[in-house]
């Protein structure tokens, strides 16, 4: 249905597609500011770092993150409690990721999983032995996925999630 949606809207001579930029810890300073005036600073830039981190400035993830924990209290807690908080994913992501996870082929997923248990980056061979499959299989399917755009090549045989946020949705 979402497909079909945009779909029609491209066509449709009254609607405009804008890219969006990636946006910068200080805009998530911003953002986070915008929402908790009088909260410290260094929990503040602690929280945004985190979102920006988590989304890898990711305009619709770092929004949905801080809209998120906001509507949960969990961002309020941060700022009165400062500390590491791992974030949660909200619904709205693992929706977004649900969808484009089944689009690709089978047998994909559960080597994107063992890569997310391995960390945010992880090495062919690790995910090959593992996963009782060959490395070359293993690295044509990770090259396939690297397309999507959810993982790519940071080294010979070295993958790397794109955004945290897919990790840890997996």
């Not at 044509?140 to 790519?152: A, H, M, Q, T």
Request: hydrophobic share 45%.
């Amino acid at each position: 249905p979402l497909r079909e949606l945009l779909a029609d809207l491209r066509n449709d001579t009254h609607t405009q597609l804008t890219e969006l930029a990636l946006l910068t810890e200080r805009d998530v300073v911003q953002l986070v500011t915008s929402l908790a005036p009088a909260a410290p600073v260094t929990r503040v830039a602690g929280i945004a770092a985190t979102i920006c981190e988590e989304s890898a400035g990711n305009p619709f993830f770092a929004s949905e993150l801080l809209h998120h924990l906001t509507v949960t209290g969990q961002l309020e807690r941060a700022l009165n409690e400062g500390g590491n908080h791992r974030l949660p994913v909200p619904e709205s992501i693992q929706e977004v990721l649900r969808q484009r996870l089944l689009r690709l082929p089978q047998g994909t997923q559960e080597l994107l999983t063992l890569g997310a248990v391995i960390g945010l980056t992880f090495d062919v061979d690790l995910v090959a032995d593992v996963a009782g499959q060959p490395v070359d299989d293993v690295l044509d399917v990770l090259e396939s996925i690297e397309r999507s755009g959810i993982v790519g090549e940071v080294a010979a045989d070295t993958f790397a999630f794109v955004h945290a946020i897919v990790r840890n949705a997996l």
